[in-house]
């Protein structure tokens, strides 16, 4: 019995020692707070974060030891004036700058615009030029010379290699350009002739552009620099595209009439003008396929009596064979076209006259309605007596 009693003093020794060692709670009393939580809430309050745009005092660096606070209007029955209701931004030194809201309705004076500008033109401090520097400026003007340098080189190797596949001599794409059309001296806008026989005046500007015309159809000049051909036949010369060829005489006097030998006036002071004919020039062309064109004029439009008659010069008005194929002007350097001359020696006075003249031959193409000079031109006289 007596063991029995120690081990159950020993028991509530034990219970008593652990109860003695938990914690007391009371149910009505709020649990300790820990010591973190709370330091963290016996700290002082951070000031707000200052807006973007406000001021702060000289020297500030915007950290948390330059508080700064806001200052709210006074509330009213206060007495205190209600003028400046704009929040107020306060700094240590007692100082206050308006805020972000009150910033937006300053506006720069001409003044401080102008100062801005030449600040912008020139900056004293920085040594900015435009904005840039001497050394920013001398980067970008080298970078743009470079790069215009590339494009130009690029371009230029670009030309030089189109070059290279076009041959200066013969043209690669002469489809286009076959038949012929037709071209008239005197040249004259819209090729109205209008003029006066009895007045010199009015018709001395044609004259003196046929004979401007006609002087490298000068007998002595064609007999020293292009050579004598046998008509009848196409006078082709066989060779390299780049050798000189020999270009075939054509004088002056084959015109007769109409050469300004006999009669330097051309006809224009008797009311019986010369109109010069000729073709353009087509580099290889052939025309007629052997048989030499010619030239025919009418009245197209009108009476048939307003046109009489006209002569045709040289021969019956035609182009002869040995004036073609014709090489360019590269290597048929002393080349002249050959020239029709149609003198108008019976045509109605004091009467606008239009007159088509046009090629016939092989090959010829002189109707088409959507060219008027292909093979054919349309001229009108008015002659005053």
């Known amino acids: 019995r007596s063991s029995d009693l120690c081990s159950t003093g020993s ?22 707070a ?33 508080s700064v606070m806001e200052k709210s209007p006074a509330p009213r029955g206060t007495g205190e004036p209600q003028a400046n209701s704009w929040p107020v931004l306060e700094h240590e030194d007692g100082s206050s700058e308006p805020s972000t809201d009150e910033e937006k309705e300053h506006k720069k004076s001409w ?9 912008f033109i020139w900056n004293p401090v920085t040594g900015a030029f435009m904005g840039r520097t001497a050394e920013s400026w001398g980067k970008i003007l080298l970078f743009y010379a470079l790069f215009y ?66 002087e490298a159809y000068n007998d002595s000049l064609q007999g020293t620099t292009n050579t004598h051909c046998s008509p009848g036949s196409y006078f082709r010369q066989p060779g390299a595209e780049a050798e000189p060829k020999a270009a075939c005489q054509f004088r002056r006097s084959l015109l007769e009439s109409c050469s300004g030998i006999e009669d330097p006036t051309f006809g224009f002071s008797a009311g019986q003008p010369c109109l010069l004919l000729k073709m353009n020039r087509i580099i290889g062309y052939e ?65 606008p006259v239009t007159i ?25 006289l008015s002659i005053a007596m």
């Open 34 to 66: 820990h010591p973190a939580t709370l330091e963290a809430t016996q700290r002082p309050p951070v000031p707000p974060r200052q807006k973007r745009g406000t001021h702060l005092a000289d020297g500030a660096t915007g950290a948390a030891d330059n």
């Open 111 to 119: 003044g401080e615009i102008m100062q801005d500008v030449k600040t």
């Open 149 to 214: 340098i590339f494009l130009a080189a690029m371009f230029t190797f670009c030309m030089y290699v189109m070059l290279l596949t076009i041959s200066p001599y013969v043209p690669t794409y002469r489809e286009r350009v076959v038949p012929p059309g037709v071209t008239m001296k005197p040249h004259v806008s819209g090729l109205y002739f209008a003029f006066n026989a009895s007045e010199p005046a009015s018709w001395a500007p044609y004259v003196q552009e046929l004979h401007s015309f006609l």
């Open 356 to 380: 088509q003249c046009k090629l016939n031959g092989k090959g010829i193409i002189n109707d088409s309605h959507n060219d008027r000079f292909l093979g054919r031109i349309f001229f009108t």
């Open 11 to 32: 028991r509530w020794e034990l219970r008593t020692l652990l109860s003695s060692s938990q914690p007391r709670t009371d149910p009505q009393r709020p649990p300790a």
């Open 287 to 351: 025309p007629g396929e052997g048989t030499p064109i010619y030239i025919t004029c009418d009245v197209p439009r009108g009476e048939e009596g307003d046109l009489n008659s006209a002569n045709f010069y040289p021969g019956n008005g035609t182009f002869d064979l040995m004036y073609f194929p014709y090489y360019g002007k590269l290597t048929h350097v002393n080349y002249t076209s050959p020239l029709v001359a149609v003198h108008i020696t019976d045509v109605r006075k004091n009467h």
